[in-house]
């Protein structure tokens, strides 16, 4: 499901900010792109496949004319008018004064293709942010590296929730694979991706509804969390979302309700979108009519990020309650 580590998202919203007040560029030590800003073992509890990045809190840019357009086009992009958006978003692209700065706006308008579902797209500008921190392996590889790997997750994500199951696994290995290229001393640690890793297959299977293969990824991420309780601490909270996400998608919405009100119920889950929008989903097909329409008009008033979970929530909830 979903995609981007507390750090990232903080950093790259700080990021925007810097691009958005700054005619020059940084000092090299410190590129406006940089999610490094904050303690680079963070993110170890912030799994970028996991649902906490909708509800991080974001870096308000200060009042500049740059900073204004960036708050527009994320307005645009919540109502739905992501062409607009993406006007605005491109002429600060255009004129922005350096690569991290260029990194982060490609960020910007691959979240907002996102809410277009527009997976393509999407990764055409991930893939642009990706390749920036290539360029930081040799200055900063702890987190190089790891961000190399959520940015990746969080293209498969926007994939997922798309529907493009074959170019989201691609992106989740491929996250794997950057993730773990970390040097020593790592400051993520591997049983973290291979933690996201089963996550994400878990959720592959179950929307290509085969429910055995989904349930045997359920299992290798419990193994993974029980053998490594450092990281444990800050990711079995996601095992409610991920049992009521694979029983939600293989059809069976009575086991899939107290399983995402489990998830709800987490500290520091429960103002997600995308899990209300899940369990909305659930009381539907249970026959719950009320509760669900109540439960998607939280998801929505709750989808207020400019994230995978926002993108993909934003325009599903509001489809919901116009009766679509």
Known sequence: MPLFSSVLLRGAAAALALAACSASAPPAAQPAAQPAAQPAAQPATQPSAQPSAAVQPQVQPPRTPRADSLRTAYRLDGEGRTTDARALLGALLAGAPDDSSRAVLHRAI????????????????????????????????????????????????????????????????????????????????????????????????????????????????????????????GQRRFLPYLEGYVALYTGDASAATPQLQRALAERGNENDPFLHYLLAESLEREGKAQEARAMFQQAYDKATGHNPPAAFTRPAARRKLAGG
Request: charged residues 30%; hydrophobic residues 40%; aromatic residues 8%.
């Open 110 to 233: 691959a979240m907002s293709y996102a809410f277009d579902a527009d997976c393509a797209n999407t990764v055409k500008h991930e893939q642009e942010v990706i390749a920036f921190w290539r360029t930081r392996e040799a200055v900063d590889p702890q987190n190089a590296f790891f961000v190399q790997g959520e940015t990746a997750n969080e293209a498969a994500r926007v994939c997922i929730d798309a529907g493009q199951l074959d170019e989201a696994e691609r992106l989740y290995r491929l996250g794997r694979q950057l993730g773990l290229e970390e040097p020593a001393p790592r400051t993520h640690p591997a049983s973290l991706w291979e933690y996201r890793t089963e996550h994400a297959l878990a959720r592959l299977a179950a929307r290509r509804n085969r429910a055995a293969e989904a349930r045997q990824h359920v299992d290798a991420a419990k193994r993974i969390l029980d053998a490594d309780t450092a990281m444990a601490r």
